[in-house]
């Protein structure tokens, strides 16, 4: 049994090249976010590096995408800080252990959720909450770094409290914080809209150009580290910098939570689990595509649990694939997870020696890079087609973000959740039904009230699009009886099932009843186009006893038989 990753038995020379480059512009990229992250995540800078080592690797053995770089993300971070922070005070032993072990258990859940193959879980979260989710997220990360970019200390438990709270502190702002936050923040969003064209129009190929624009948060951080040092700010201005770094690689330990621990952090871990495999599973299938290549979710449950487990043996925080990241890897020529490799070797080299560099690093730019980053997360265009589309979605959007924004991140999904599964009852409680006649000299049978048919006197066809169960059952049972009120000349009912894939207990009870109600009254109840396995089911009951030789395999034959009896 080979051992080795399929990218890599198969590897060519000729993607060396990519893979290499790819590396290193990732590590530029990857350096800034990983100290923005933990300080979001409420971690010393040093965990956000940890994370950004063995993870990698481990995804690289076991995930399933080609250029997905997994680490620190935002949305995880934050939602690793809302887990916490109730339970340690940021920053503290406790809460790095905590952090340590959440990211053991959503490592456990993955790799359990990809034993079984519940991959299919994917598709659990429906795209309007997500993007409520990571919409309302965006704000609330947004509106809590503030503090950092004015210099000032505010506690807020959630928007409106740290809104109150910033408007409070204001008189306290940090001049110099203020100014080299307000700098980085400014730089940085004309750097995103305007450097790479800018770069272009002076001679940079349009390729380049775009991943030094996406490079620029680096460029600040270089920049404001090198002007608090020179002016030692810290110390005369009041600019609070990131300080010591501890310098050496992580030691390899394992932190198993008890079961009072497991019973506050499972369903945190949870969501974690859900929303970044959800993302994860996003970002790769929408740059596989660009390449012809295909994502296996399973594998993907796989890779990201080992890279989960991986972050808490090193001294991590919960990881998942970034966006930003991935599309930089891509764009840079990555062909195989060997770049994610070479990036972790070089996080390595940074972490060994060179983490002094970050003393002077003040946090008012680390909170430019994360409000920077998370405002392109604001989704917009969703929430405007959605509402033009379907009111339902979009109001489930809605709903999503408010409650991330009112609630906090548990509250605000499991709101997204439950209104998303109470419009698809709702939706499925109110299914579509024609009236269906034949369209003239064709075989073909469509709704009375949109197309000149013709119809079979006495005959009523009914189409009901949607499969039958306990919530719609009734539904149906009342329509048919006000169809039969609104013409008494009907003789025969005709349930067209071509859209019902089920029909569960309590719908059985209904249509069984109901056939008994019509043939009481003379009327002749019929089923056309019953698919197999509904059929297989219906044969051995009452309903299926009393239907034997009125079900018919089409609409067509149906009408023939109501023409024939008719006659």
């Known amino acids: 049994m080979n051992l080795l990753p399929a990218w890599l038995r198969s590897y060519r020379p000729a993607w060396l090249a990519g893979d290499l480059t790819a590396g290193v512009i990732v590590t530029v990229m990857l350096i800034p976010q990983s100290l923005a992250y933990a300080l979001l995540a409420g971690l010393p800078p040093e965990v956000g590096l940890y994370a950004s080592i063995l993870p990698i690797v481990a995804y690289a053995l076991l995930g399933s995408s080609m250029t997905l770089a997994v680490g620190p993300v ?30 053991l258990i959503s490592g456990v859940m993955l790799l359990a959720f990809g034993a079984l193959r519940l991959g299919f879980l994917a598709h659990f979260l429906s795209h309007p909450v997500i993007s409520g989710f990571i919409t309302g997220s965006a704000v609330l990360i947004a509106v809590g770094q503030l503090k950092y970019i004015l210099g000032v200390k505010v506690a807020g438990s959630d928007v409106l409290e ?6 409070k502190a204001l008189p306290q702002t940090t001049p110099v914080t203020l100014a080299i936050g307000g700098a980085s923040l400014l730089f940085l969003l004309l750097a995103r809209r305007y450097l790479a064209p800018l770069l272009t129009r002076l001679g940079v190929p349009a390729k380049a150009a775009d991943l030094m624009a996406k490079l620029a948060p680096m460029a600040a951080v270089i920049v404001s580290t090198a002007v608090v040092w020179l002016f030692k700010l810290n110390e005369t201005a009041g600019v609070s910098v990131v300080g ?17 621990t497991l019973g506050q952090l499972w369903l945190p871990a949870l969501l974690i689990t859900l929303i970044g495999f959800v993302e994860s599973v996003s970002v790769a299938q929408s740059l596989a595509l660009k390449r012809q290549q295909r994502i296996q979710p399973n594998r993907e449950l796989l890779g990201l649990g080992a890279a989960n487990v991986a972050s808490a043996l090193s001294g991590g ?7 930003a990241r991935s599309v930089v890897n891509f764009a840079a020529g990555a062909h195989t997870p060997l770049a994610g490799v070479i990036s972790a070797a070089l996080m390595a080299l940074v972490i060994a020696a060179l983490t002094g560099l970050f003393y002077y690093l003040p946090y008012a730019v680390l909170a430019a890079t994360i409000i920077v980053a998370v405002t392109s997360l604001i989704d917009l265009k969703t929430l405007k087609e959605a509402w033009h589309y379907d009111r339902a979605d979009a109001l489930s959007l809605l709903a999503t973000a408010m409650g991330v924004v009112a609630l906090g991140v548990e509250a605000g999904i499991l709101m997204g959740v439950a209104l998303s599964l109470a419009a698809l009852v709702w939706r499925s409680s109110h299914p579509h039904m024609a009236v269906v006649g034949r369209v003239p000299g064709t075989e073909h049978f469509r709704n009375v009230e949109r197309h000149a048919v013709q119809t079979v006197p006495g ?15 009734t539904v149906l049972e009342d329509r048919v009886e006000a169809l039969l009120a609104h013409d008494p000349s009907v003789r025969r009912v005709l349930l067209i099932c071509s859209a019902v894939n089920q029909i569960d207990a309590t719908a059985l009870g209904v249509l069984t009843q109901l056939e008994r109600s019509l043939a009481s009254r003379g009327i002749e109840f019929t089923l056309a186009e019953v698919k197999g396995p509904v059929m297989d089911r219906l044969r051995s009951t009452e309903l299926g006893q009393r239907l034997q030789g009125k079900v018919f395999l089409s609409v067509h034959e149906a009408f023939e038989h109501a023409v024939q009896v008719g006659n």
């Not at 005959?459 to 059952?473: K, M, Q, T």
């Open 317 to 323: 925080y919960p990881v998942t694939g970034g966006f």
């Open 459 to 473: 005959l009523l066809a009914l189409r009901v699009d949607e499969s039958l169960f306990f919530a719609n059952a």
């Open 162 to 167: 740290t809104l109150v709270g910033l408007a």
């Open 74 to 103: 935002a949305v995880a971070s934050l939602m690793t800080a809302s887990a916490l922070q109730p339970l340690a005070a940021a920053g503290s032993a406790e809460y790095v252990t905590l952090a340590i072990q959440l990211s």
């Open 244 to 260: 010591s770094v501890p310098q050496g690689l992580p030691q390899l330990t394992l932190a198993l939570p008890g079961v009072s």
